[in-house]
Structures are given as C-alpha cells and as structure tokens.
C-alpha cells in the first residue's frame, strides 16, 4: 500500500529564506506523486507532479520537488520564501492516475518577515 | 482550467440531520472523489463517485452513512446522514480526467460543515 510521511508539522523560515518540505514515500510500484497547498478557508491547489517523466519538477509559484528513488523522497523546495507563501502544504501518493490520493499528515509553513 | 464548485460552501447543522453537499465542474470529468479533512488533519478519502452506479467507498465509510450520487459527468452529491459532532469536517470533491490535466486530481474548495 502506498504511504507519505511528511517530516515537521511545523515549519518556519524567514522572508526570503530557503523553503525546505520533506516527504518520503512508500510504494510498491513507481508512485504518482504530488504537492499541494492550501491556503486558510480555502480547498486544495495543487503545486506540482511528478508522474515518472523528469524527476526535477517545476510548480506554480516558484517551488519545485526533485524525486529520488533511491531516498524514497520527494521533497518540496523554492529559494526565496515570500509571505504569501505561509500555508498547509500537503504531499501525497497515488498507485497509478485515476485513483486515490494518499495523503501526508500536512505541514504548516509559517513565514515571518 | 475547469471551474470546480461546491455548495454550500459552510453550514452549521443540528445532530441527527442531514446534510447534502453538491459538486459541480464545469467540463466532463472521468472521475469523481470525496474526501474528508477533519479539524487539524490531513484528507481521508471516502468514496469514488461512479457515474451511473453505486460509488466506491473506503474501509471506514458506509452507504447508509454517506450515500453518494453521480448522475451524470459533471455533477455529484455527498450526503452526510444522521450527523453528529464528530462528522464536523471539511468535505472536499476532487475530479480527475479533465483535458490537459489526466492523472492529477483537483479539488473544490470545499464544504465547512460544523455540527452541534
């Protein structure tokens, strides 16, 4: 069964500091996998996605995610923090397309100037 | 982008009602989900909506409890029956097939549903 453990359920970084989300990943097979964020009072968007093309990926926003599998990682990154970044951002896994997401637990991002 | 929408967008509901939440896209999707997000945790997903036959639900997550329709490929309902405090959530829909994006799923922007 696949599963994503995101590392801290807190994150903070300063205005313009590197943004570093951690998630690894379990799966029996080569995982779809995905970022998304959401912002206060407002429902998932998605980030960025990897689904076995190039293992570097670029998202909206300025992040992006490289997938290691030989770390079973696939973690989440954008150089300069801005404050509107601050959010829950959310990894997750799935077998093949057309089927269920599997979440991570979440991680806040908190941004401070 | 295809627009996704949920209604209501939050409701406050009394124990033992009954609560339908629709989902609507604005283009033909393949797939359909509903997910759960209780206060403070991730997304559970409760069933697979199927268009014109009964949905797919997760261990956990019941018929009578959730009863879920699809009429058609753009429209869902999920019906949280006989609530209690404990089904206060955020119930989002996720879609997944829409031209330029297959194999990624995209969500509303959810239902607020807080139960006294």
């Known amino acids: 069964a696949q599963s994503v453990t995101q590392l801290g359920s807190h994150v903070s970084v300063s205005e313009g500091a590197l943004v570093l989300l951690r998630c690894n990943y379990s799966?029996?097979?080569?995982?779809?996998l995905f970022w998304y964020v959401q912002y206060p009072n407002q429902g998932l968007q998605l980030l960025l996605k990897?689904?076995?093309?190039?293992?570097l990926v670029k998202g909206i926003n300025g992040f992006e995610a490289e997938f290691k599998k030989s770390e079973t990682s696939f973690h989440l990154t954008k150089p300069s923090a801005h404050m509107s970044d601050a959010a829950e951002y959310f990894c997750a896994v799935s077998k093949t397309g057309f089927q269920k997401l599997v979440f991570g637990t979440g991680t806040r991002l908190l941004v401070s100037p | 982008s295809a627009v996704i929408s949920q209604k209501p967008s939050r409701d406050i509901c009394q124990r033992g009602t009954s609560l339908t939440i629709q989902c609507q896209v604005d283009?033909?999707?393949?797939?359909m989900f509903w997910y759960r997000q209780q206060p403070g945790q991730s997304l559970t997903l409760i069933a697979t909506?199927?268009?014109?036959?009964?949905?797919?639900?997760e261990s956990g997550f019941v018929i009578d409890k959730f009863p879920i329709s699809r009429p058609n490929l753009t429209f869902s309902t999920l019906t949280v029956s006989n609530m209690s405090p404990e089904d206060s959530s955020i119930y989002l829909c996720?879609?997944?097939?829409?031209?330029?994006?297959?194999?990624?799923?995209?969500f509303g922007p959810g239902t607020r549903l807080l139960v006294l």
């Open positions: 799966s029996s097979v080569p995982p779809y």
């Open positions: 283009s033909q999707v393949t797939m």
């Open positions: 990897y689904t076995s093309a190039a293992t």
């Open positions: 996720s879609v997944e097939g829409l031209a330029g994006g297959p194999e990624t799923q995209y």
């Open positions: 909506a199927n268009q014109g036959s009964e949905a797919t639900y």
